[in-house]
């Protein structure tokens, strides 16, 4: 056999085991989305809230309201996410089935985006299919995708602006395009920038990756289309703030200025590193690449700008979900430069560093730079195997993902029994991604009976918006949101401890104890623990007034 | 109107970022009368690197970006 053929069959190994890895993942990650949708309560803490957020609109009313004033309850996210569920909630009642489905489908489109990105660039079919699904692979990927939340569908928006602006070719191009079809793209670009931000606040960074690009290949319209994209955002912003008498501002803006915990950032750093570091480097090398070599693409420059989200992941009450955009710019980089390796489709501009690199390959042997070349090809696609192999995480039972467990000698390091997850845990990481059992189910339906119904005429005071919703009781308070104003000073909790002293609250339902000090204090001085019942490897408190008020308040 | 920008104006760029940060980090600790630690020193070694890139990619001259 010749040592070209050698090498050809070494790639095409190496790449059929990184892709029956990634697919691997790719089922596991299908099961998980499986057992999600079924699964009628919070799964990850302010599910329920995303949800309520979504009826409300479905009303006809804003979710972003005074928190002082009873129900005390607020959003601090934009609204686009919850408006795109509103049909369902119009046809299905409130139910999480839907928005898990929504944020589930949003990685897929994204994860299709990617790969569609780098087959533009390279032609490399297999690369492209790697580095969609090592999106979907990622251990941060799998948590959030299928939650009700709004997190990955601004990824999602984030990803097919840049993909969208990176398919605009500006002059001197070598590669010619309808100036129609140029516009086109970028309005499509510019549709999904405007969506992904009024998805998530957290977008501006990749608006500033966006417009740097733009700015950069032309300058005349990256300030006319920056103004337009300014005026009519900030018209928006205006409108809802007006309608809401400024409650938007305080909930979406004063409410996200949050304590910055160096120890947290630092160990998310380190995590995402030591889970992604394989296609990490491709992508640094590759921008390393583009910096010196060639021009910059808009992936390199979105990349730069997904680091400051990435850093941001050290605010208190964020996490790991902040390297969602990393890892999609980080998978398109990975892929563009695999995928040059293989196709040798690589452009060097004439300077210093050139030329240096080419006076050393004269001094190489040929044979030598023949198996360097082929060592880099079977290396690089290696390094989608042993990022396959960092990420690993498993539910281990069942016929299937049991049998893989057991063949692989994984045990459980998590602190549910029947989950293995390689990222093990740091400040901030979301102690998430087992399969919800049956037992969970009937525990969350038992912390349901709890709350009682509505015919007793008393709210609940839940941490978690699901029990009241399955109780058909109003949704009071949003925990997290009167904490983080409460923090910040710009709540006043005086109304809701008057109401928890009086007991007016037929049960208090704690998983984090998450309501501000003084709240807390009132609720232990007039409520007591009940029952304590396990749902998702969390314990939730259940706490009745301490006299029962039946007797004075009927 | 600026159609071209170059490599060594991103360099130029880039110097100057690492410059503003090490001045601020260390008006920082002046000012708060706190001394370099560990997160400082990271703060100071990042943006060195930054300089260090930005002057690397000087000479790479009127190519654009």
């Known amino acids: 056999m010749s040592e070209k053929r050698i090498v050809g069959v070494m790639l095409k190994v190496t790449l059929a085991v990184a892709l029956i890895l990634m697919i691997g993942h790719l089922l596991v990650y299908v099961t998980y989305t499986a057992r999600l949708v079924q699964f009628p309560f919070d799964y990850d803490q302010g599910e329920g809230f995303e949800l309520n957020d979504t009826v409300l609109l479905s009303q006809g009313q804003w979710p972003y309201r005074d928190n002082a004033v009873y129900p005390f309850y607020a959003s601090n996210y934009p609204p686009l996410f919850h408006v795109l569920l509103v049909p369902f909630v119009w046809l299905f009642g409130a139910q999480y089935w839907y928005g898990r489905l929504a944020g589930f489908i949003a990685t897929l489109i994204t994860a299709a985006a990617i790969g569609y990105a780098v087959q533009r660039e390279t032609r490399q079919r297999a690369i492209a299919l790697l580095a969609g699904l090592a999106y979907l692979a990622s251990n941060y990927i799998y948590h959030i995708g299928p939650l009700f939340r709004q997190h990955i569908t601004m990824v999602m928006f984030e990803t097919l602006a840049i993909v969208a602006l990176s398919g605009v070719r500006f002059l001197p191009s070598p590669i010619p395009t309808k100036k129609g079809n140029a516009n086109r793209a970028l309005w499509f670009g510019l549709i999904c920038l405007l969506a992904a931000g009024y998805t998530k606040q957290l977008a501006i960074t990749t608006v500033g990756a966006f417009f740097a690009y733009l700015f950069i290949r032309s300058p005349r319209r990256a300030i006319v289309y920056g103004i337009g994209f300014g005026v009519v955002a900030g018209a928006i912003f205006l409108a809802i703030n007006v309608s809401t008498g400024g409650q938007w501002w305080t909930n979406i803006i004063t409410a996200n200025v949050n304590q910055y915990i160096i120890g947290q950032a630092i160990g998310l750093a380190r995590q995402f590193f030591g889970l992604h570091g394989a296609l990490f ?164 339906w038992q912390i349901v009976a709890a709350i009682g119904s509505p015919a007793d005429g008393r709210p609940a005071l839940s941490e978690e918006a699901a029990f009241s919703f399955r109780a058909g009781k109003p949704i009071v308070t949003n925990p997290t949101q009167l904490l983080n104003l409460y923090l910040n000073g710009h ?23 998450f309501y501000p000090q003084p709240v807390l204090e009132a609720i232990d001085a007039n409520y007591q623990l009940v029952a304590t019942i396990p749902m998702n490897g969390y314990s939730y408190q259940v706490l009745k007034p301490r006299q029962s008020l039946d007797n004075v308040a009927h | 109107m600026f159609t071209n920008f170059t490599k060594r104006q991103l360099g130029l760029i880039f110097v100057a970022t690492g410059a503003l940060g090490v001045i601020g980090v260390a008006l920082y600790s002046v000012l708060r009368h706190h001394p370099i630690g560990a997160y400082q020193a990271a703060a100071i070694a990042g943006s060195v690197l930054i300089s260090v890139i930005g002057a690397t990619l000087i000479p790479l001259g009127s190519q654009p970006l």
């Open chain 1, 281 to 444: 480097v491709l992508a640094c090398l590759y921008a390393l690449y583009e910096l010196y070599l060639a021009r910059l693409s808009a992936y390199v420059i979105w990349f730069g700008f997904a680091m400051i989200s990435a850093a941001l992941s050290g605010k208190w009450g964020a996490g790991d979900s902040y390297f969602a955009t990393l890892i999609a710019a980080m998978c398109i980089l990975a892929g563009l430069f695999a995928g040059n390796v293989l196709s040798g489709r690589w452009s060097f501009a004439d300077n210093y560093l050139s030329r240096f690199g080419r006076r050393v390959l004269l001094r190489l042997q040929p044979q030598f730079k023949m198996w360097a070349g082929s060592l880099l090809k079977v290396g690089t696609a290696a390094a989608f195997i042993l990022y396959g192999l960092a990420v690993i995480h498993l539910p281990l039972s069942g016929p299937i993902f049991g049998t893989i467990a057991q063949a692989l000698h994984l045990q459980s390091n998590t602190k549910f029994a029947d989950f293995y997850d390689a990222a093990g845990w740091t400040q901030g990481y979301a102690t998430i991604g087992q399969l919800p059992s049956d037992a969970d189910s009937a525990n969350g």
């Open chain 1, 491 to 513: 709540y006043d909790p005086a109304t809701l401890i008057a109401m928890i002293q009086a007991q007016r609250f037929s049960v208090v339902i704690f998983r984090a104890r």
